[in-house]
């Protein structure tokens, strides 16, 4: 079974944001970047099938040379080889373009699942798998928390709302779209991170892949930091009335309860 899995270098969590001076995106000078949440764990589920079903895993990432120490943190928990499109100016592509990069760097590796997080921690989009499949003419399901191998495809287990849950039977080839959560990630060994340094990268260009930008179908026009401000409000009424009145925000604005 060969499984692509695609990564992305997302800003740290905890990272301090600034807005950069065009106002379009935030400063990544001296920002850390990780591998995205997501994306860990879909990599997670394609090591979880090889070692119970054999073959090869095969990592994916667009982006700038930075994006090489992720990849290399893929390639350190087991994934076999990786293909890296280069690209200094990501930010010029939507994620109808960058699901066009990735599908013209796998459209010849015949693979038999492609995995991609739900969603990336700093867009926070969710479309690029679900694109990505449709260019490459593959049926996809999302909101994915397991996968198991079946006669002809996979049976996935997904997520749905209200604690609903859903099996769905799918052939292969197929895209899929991991949530977060339901395994636990592994660490790359000493081991790993040694043998990761003689594992082959591909890099490829967006020329080369003949997906230079096209004209962008969604716009980041600007950026703003969440403004922070507090509230009070005073409920009337009796005691009683009061406490039934802060349960209902507590559970219908908040969503606490």
């Known amino acids: 079974m060969k499984i692509i899995v695609a990564i992305k270098q997302v800003p740290e969590r905890d990272a301090r944001i600034r807005i950069d001076a065009e106002g379009t995106w935030i400063d990544l000078q001296d920002v850390e970047f990780t591998l995205n949440e997501s994306d860990a764990y879909a990599l997670e589920e394609a090591l979880q099938l ?45 994620a109808l373009g960058v699901a066009r990069l990735l599908a013209a760097a796998v459209k010849d ?30 049926p996809h399901a999302s909101l994915i928390l397991k996968i198991e191998a079946a006669e002809g495809g996979v049976k996935v287990l997904r997520e749905l709302e209200d604690g609903w849950f859903q099996h769905v039977e799918l052939p292969t080839p197929a895209v899929l779209t991991i949530q977060s959560g339901n395994s636990k990630l592994r660490y790359a060994t000493l081991m790993g991170i040694k043998k990761a340094k003689t594992k082959e990268v591909r890099r490829v260009t967006p020329l080369e892949l003949a997906a230079e930008p096209e004209a962008s179908v969604v716009v980041l026009e600007r950026v703003l930091l969440p403004n922070k401000q507090r509230t009070t409000q005073i409920l009337g009424g009796s005691p009683a009335e ?15 309860l």
Do not use: C, M, N, W
């Not at 990432?61 to 350190?76: Q, Y």
């Not at 009061?242 to 606490?256: G, H, I, M, Q």
């Open 109 to 138: 590796e015949q693979a038999d699942l492609i995995l991609t997080g739900l969603q990336s921690d700093d867009l926070g989009l969710g479309q690029t798998g679900v694109i990505l499949a449709e260019l490459l003419g593959l």
């Open 50 to 94: 090889k070692e119970e079903h054999g073959g090869e895993v095969v990592v994916l990432s667009a982006g700038p040379e930075r994006v090489g120490k992720t990849i290399r943190e893929a390639l350190a928990k087991g994934a076999d080889r990786a293909i890296h499109v280069e690209s200094d100016d990501l930010a010029a592509y939507d």
């Open 242 to 256: 009061a406490a039934a009145a802060l349960v209902e925000k507590l559970r219908f604005e908040v969503r606490a």
